[in-house]
């Protein structure tokens, strides 16, 4: 009697997915898109073997839109997800405050491991915390705290500057990329948390492996499904949690190390005289010396674990994908040196020397930026969650879908960057045009959830670029071609080693 009844339930079960499947595929039926492959995994098996053909999807992509046009529904199993090419939508989709970000997050958590935590800064879907936490950061990345943070950011590129000194004029390869990765990693430490880490001078510091190893765990989660659970990634897996559990406890000592400077500081206020010490107090507020960990902590001042998801959030946010464009202009660079002024940056480089800060001049380094950022955008697209019927290109997406703006997309369209769209050429901002949407070039995104550090992020890719092409001639190894692959951003995967000669070398 009991296995019948069983049976009937499983069969009743099976019976009530089947319609759900169905009544899914009835909501997004009318919106273009490639067949599916198959009823429950939808083109997940077909997209898998497209990305194996070219794993940054740029030429999947403009091939869905060439056919299908600026709306393309595709199914990752029981999961619709909308891409999205046209700009006129995103001031509704995007810049509006009525549709959210994804609830669940893989950075959230990877492999059950606490990675930043689901109310950070990175992954909070916003909420009246994340309002309030997005607010402070604003006012610790303007123009105006940049003047300060620029020191920092020029003391770590001499720093390299000065160890990849003594790699140059010799027959030694040098690993542009994992330098671009020590230097985003020191910066972000100093700017925001006031931590000289200082891993291009120690390059056994671990805190940028553990950062990339658990940025592979990242690229793991999102790019294989089923990771978590399949025998054959369970050495990835242990490594990335590893990383992962190792970073956390690197950002729970500097919490504590600049808990217990503070103390000391304030205790050492304590006692020098009330004049002295009302000068003292006068002197910070002027000169803004309280880093952006000192507002964490004040944010959230009996939180241990949330005060560290707010560290971990911003290296992750900010210290892979600086690297990794700066890379790929390096790359560029080295093959072709009349892409950028050296004339122009030298006369920086003097006058640096004598205080003044002239890095808005560097315009030569502003398009590398911009062209860089076009081609190899670390992001590849936004996304939002619809909080209601919406029209786009005229289709009236439903509430509740997944969409996602691909901006790497928009970037590789020849009616809006011309038929040369393909080749990595800065020249191309150097005149404004009418016809580029305003829309069709976002590297920072736009609206409330725009990059937080993207001033950083330009300051941070001219001062480095300046000082290494002032010193050094780069010369790329043999044969090695610029490659590029999806991970958890877009990243180098070849062109990035090279040899390094002082320019007054003969």
């Known amino acids: 009697m009991i296995?019948?009844?069983?049976?009937?339930?499983?069969?009743?079960?099976?019976?009530?997915?089947?319609?759900?499947?169905?009544?899914?595929?009835?909501?997004?039926?009318?919106?273009?898109?490639?067949p599916r492959t198959h009823f429950l995994l939808g083109h997940a098996p077909y997209l898998l073997a497209r990305y194996k053909e070219d794993n940054t999807g740029?030429?999947?992509?403009?091939?869905?839109r060439r056919k299908y046009g600026a709306v393309v529904v595709l199914w990752y199993a029981l999961r619709p997800q909308v891409l999205v090419t046209d700009v006129k939508s995103i001031r509704e989709t995007v810049l509006s405050h009525r549709?959210?970000?994804?609830?669940?997050?893989?950075?959230?958590?990877?492999?059950?491991?606490?990675?930043?935590?689901?109310?950070?800064?990175?992954?909070?879907?916003?909420?009246?915390?994340?309002?309030?936490?997005?607010?402070?950061?604003?006012?610790h990345f303007t123009r105006f705290r940049l003047r300060r943070y620029h020191d920092d950011v020029k003391l770590v590129a001499r720093r390299m500057c000065y160890q990849l000194g003594c790699l140059a004029d010799s027959d030694q390869e040098v690993d542009m990329n994992m330098w671009m990765n020590l230097a985003a990693c020191d910066i972000i430490g100093r700017v925001a948390f006031n931590w000289d880490i200082d891993s291009v001078s120690r390059r056994d510091e671990m805190l940028a492996v553990y950062l990339s190893e658990a940025f592979t765990g990242v690229a793991l989660a999102t790019g294989v499904p089923l990771s978590g659970v399949l025998p054959r990634y369970g050495a990835?897996?242990?490594?990335?949690?590893?990383?992962?559990?190792?970073?956390?406890?690197?950002c729970e000592k500097q919490i504590r190390a600049h808990q217990e400077m503070r103390e000391k500081e304030k205790q050492k206020r304590n006692e020098m005289e009330e004049t002295d010490n009302t000068i003292d107090i006068q002197e910070d507020k002027e000169s803004g010396e309280g880093c952006l960990l000192d507002e964490i902590l004040l944010l959230h001042p009996h939180d241990t674990e949330t005060q560290i998801d707010e560290m971990v959030a911003m290296f992750v946010a900010g210290q892979e994908t600086v690297a990794h464009v700066t890379t790929f202009a390096i790359c560029h660079v080295m093959r072709d040196p009349?892409?950028?002024?050296?004339?122009?940056?030298?006369?920086?480089?003097?006058?640096?020397?004598e205080g003044q800060d002239l890095l808005p001049r560097l315009t030569s380094?502003?398009?590398?930026?911009?062209?860089?950022?076009?081609?190899?955008?670390?992001?590849?697209?936004?996304?939002?969650?619809?909080?209601?019927d919406t029209h786009v290109a005229g289709h009236v997406l439903p509430r509740g879908a997944e969409i996602v703006h691909a901006m790497v997309l928009y970037a590789h369209l020849e009616d809006t960057w011309g038929e040369d769209v393909t080749r990595f050429?800065?020249?191309?901002?150097?005149?404004?045009?009418?016809?580029?949407?305003?829309?069709?070039?976002l590297p920072f995104g736009i609206g409330p959830r725009a990059c937080i550090g993207k001033e950083l992020a330009k300051v941070e890719?001219?001062?480095?670029?300046?000082?290494?092409?002032?010193?050094?001639?780069?010369?790329?190894?043999?044969?090695?071609?610029?490659?590029?692959?999806?991970?958890?951003?877009?990243?180098?995967?070849?062109?990035?080693?090279c040899f390094i000669q002082h320019r007054d070398c003969n």
């Open 3 to 34: 296995l019948p009844l069983l049976l009937l339930l499983l069969l009743l079960s099976l019976l009530l997915l089947l319609l759900h499947i169905h009544l899914l595929h009835r909501k997004f039926a009318h919106l273009p898109g490639p």
């Open 58 to 64: 740029f030429t999947l992509g403009l091939e869905l």
């Open 99 to 139: 549709h959210g970000k994804l609830e669940q997050r893989p950075e959230a958590k990877l492999f059950r491991q606490r990675f930043v935590g689901q109310k950070s800064i990175f992954v909070n879907p916003g909420d009246e915390r994340w309002r309030q936490t997005r607010s402070l950061y604003n006012t």
């Open 236 to 250: 990835m897996r242990k490594t990335a949690v590893r990383a992962v559990r190792r970073l956390r406890e690197e």
């Open 338 to 353: 009349a892409l950028v002024d050296v004339a122009q940056i030298q006369d920086y480089m003097d006058q640096e020397e």
């Open 365 to 388: 380094l502003d398009y590398l930026l911009k062209e860089t950022l076009r081609l190899y955008a670390p992001v590849p697209g936004l996304r939002r969650i619809l909080s209601r």
């Open 425 to 441: 050429r800065p020249s191309r901002f150097e005149v404004r045009t009418r016809k580029r949407h305003p829309h069709s070039f």
């Open 461 to 497: 890719f001219k001062t480095i670029l300046a000082h290494l092409l002032s010193e050094f001639k780069l010369i790329p190894r043999d044969g090695d071609e610029i490659r590029a692959v999806r991970a958890a951003s877009l990243k180098p995967l070849s062109g990035y080693m």
